[in-house]
């Protein structure tokens, strides 16, 4: 079945802690991990992505790990800011199609 | 800079009456998609579309119909607008080998 699931729905941490958000799926044809990150009043913009060949991509801050046999993967925010408020989606492609399919997304709040 | 424009920001409707939410896209993308937001469900798919002249329904067509009459345009339609429909929409356009590019979103009220 095409879904990804995601938790948590919210989370609050405190600036410089470590934010850890995860997502599963069950579809094998899923090849292809993006992550969008959304701030309030606009539109989710690509934040990192993963391919199912790799099980870990870094950039900067943001770090998001991909376990293929578990079906899972995680996003891992150390140093977290204020500005990094914001709500984030998982998301999955299939190998063979453009159509992403998004987790529910997480409303995380960094509080200073 | 290649972008995805959506107009009106904001849209305040009266039950019954019709919506069309405009996208237009600069990305040169084949693929262009239609989505609401709404608390607790995330980014649910309307309608699609894989080029000029198509349309094919998502995960959740009903009350909704789309139109690309063009490489860079995308309408969403709403024939009789309902209050459940009131949410934010979020046009994207994306290929095969590009991540999708998302509008600024409408937020429609219907009353």
């Known amino acids: 079945q095409q879904q990804v699931r995601q938790s948590p729905q919210s989370l609050t941490v405190w600036e410089g802690g470590t934010t850890v958000l995860t997502c599963s799926y069950e579809d094998s044809t899923f090849n292809y991990f993006p992550w969008y990150q959304q701030f309030p009043g606009e539109g989710p913009a690509l934040l990192i992505s993963?391919?199912?060949?790799?099980d870990k991509k870094e950039d900067g801050r943001f770090t998001t790990f991909f376990n293929k046999r578990e079906k899972k993967l995680s996003l891992h925010i150390i140093d977290s800011q204020p500005g990094d408020s914001a709500t984030y989606f998982c998301?999955?492609?299939?190998?063979?199609?453009?159509?992403?399919?998004f987790g529910t997304g997480t409303r995380l709040q960094v509080l200073p | 800079e290649a972008a995805v424009t959506q107009s009106p920001r904001n849209k305040v409707a009266v039950t019954g009456g019709k919506v069309t939410l405009s996208c237009n896209q600069t990305n040169n993308h084949n693929n262009m998609y239609w989505y609401r937001q709404d608390t607790g469900h995330g980014l649910r798919l309307i309608h699609y579309?894989?080029?000029?002249?198509?349309?094919e329904k998502g995960d959740i067509p009903d009350g909704y119909k789309a139109s690309r009459p063009s490489q860079e345009n995308f309408s969403l339609i709403l024939e009789l607008a309902t209050p459940s429909q009131t949410s934010v929409y979020f046009c994207?356009?994306?290929?095969?080998?590009?991540?999708?590019?998302f509008g600024s979103g409408t937020r429609l009220l219907v009353i």
């Open positions: 993963i391919l199912s060949v790799s």
């Open positions: 994207a356009s994306g290929d095969l080998n590009s991540d999708y590019t």
């Open positions: 579309s894989y080029g000029a002249g198509s349309t």
């Open positions: 998301a999955a492609t299939p190998s063979n199609t453009n159509k992403v399919v």
